[in-house]
């Protein structure tokens, strides 16, 4: 039943000091997943997605998951508790991608981030302090800015003023995942965190920051949007890189559903010369154990594997199709086989290697392909979310000492 912003107030409080958090568009949990070691309480979790929901509760159980389309703002709002004092959204990226249709916020999946926006303005009062939003780089620069524009200006209209910096998961695990990260810290809170403020271009500070966390490009979007409140920055430098090895997340045993020699030499038929020699010179080597992973891919007309043995996978993305499929190659004493990655690979790839699999094999590379890396955003929590938190709850009211700028 839809519920008026009246009653909202009268059900199950949630004070704003308490460490709790709303995760909209959800997927399979991981943002949760990345948070929950450090004490945050998920109040609230939302996804429109049956298959993502079965994942979910395998981990989670299915207390506080509310199956639901964000746009449906009065079923949503029925089932958020008062104050919850972070809220997440990873909201789809479908039409910001490389391999989207490039709408923007004209399309029908990633224009439901402003349905996310219109429930932070209904919580009036009990709007969360903190909000994190995540997507891919074509966030910043869809419709040469616009779009990102228009999304951070929503966002501070809604009192948040706005960090925005980018994280590549290959920093945490051998996956190559570069990601945009947002931070709203709300105006009534700001007083107490230890931040940088400024309108127009960056200060210096920012400029000499690691410029891993915020690029040139990404600077350059902070001069180019005005915000109503104002752009501020985390004093965080970027994470260590990772001792990972892919060779720590792919399985090389014969129980693998390795291809046929039939089919693999399809595959290695379709390799450019370049990849072919490649390949070649590895097979040469058989005192040493090569991984690698490679993408289908349609060049000047024709399907070519793409192999890459640098230690770091390619982006997990939904299978959808042989050319969104992550293939697995192996060489090892001169042997050479090749498979698919399976879904308990992708889950080591981001982060999560015992999150339980629920649902078919394809329902769980979608879960996966389509989520967040965990060791990302519990970076994000131990450097940025936790100390606001901490800063936010437990702090005297008035300004800090200024960060040297």
Known sequence: MATSMSDISSRNPVTHSAKTFCEFFAD?????????????????????????????????????????????TERVLSQ????????????????????????????????????????????????????????????????????????????????????????????????????????????????????????????????RADSRLRPTRLLRLTQGIELATGWISTAVDGPPSSATQLIEVIDRGDEQEWWDDQQTHRHL?????????????????????????GFRRTRKGQVRVEPRFDGVAGCLRVPRGGSARQIVIVIEAGRLRMRWMSPREYARLQGAPGFPLAGTPYQQMAGFGDAVCVPVIRWIDEHVLSPLHNAISGGPIGMPAPLSA
């Open 28 to 72: 399979i949990g991981l943002v949760r997943e990345g948070v929950v070691d450090s004490g945050w309480s998920c109040v609230y979790a939302n996804d429109n997605d049956p298959n993502k929901n079965l994942l979910y509760q395998a981990r989670f159980g299915e207390e506080h998951f509310h199956l639901e389309d964000v746009r449906e």
């Open 269 to 293: 038929e379709t390799c450019s010369t370049t990849h072919r020699a490649v390949l070649d010179q590895l097979l040469q080597e058989r005192t040493n154990v090569h991984i690698g992973t």
């Open 80 to 207: 958020i508790p008062e104050g919850p004092f972070l809220a997440t959204a990873s909201f789809p990226c479908t039409d910001l991608s490389l391999a989207g249709n490039g709408r923007g916020f004209a399309g029908e999946h990633s224009s439901t981030y402003f349905a996310f926006t219109d429930v932070l303005a209904r919580l009036g009062q009990h709007r969360p302090k903190l909000v994190l939003l995540e997507n891919v780089p074509g966030f910043i620069t869809s419709h040469q800015g616009q779009d990102s524009a228009k999304a951070l200006r929503r966002l501070a209209d809604l009192g948040y003023f706005v960090d925005c910096f980018m994280l590549d998961a290959k920093e945490f695990v051998p996956q190559s995942r570069l990601r945009v990260f947002v931070v709203g810290v709300h105006g009534s809170v700001i007083g107490r965190c230890r931040v940088l403020h400024w309108h127009g271009g960056p200060p210096a500070a920012v400029d």
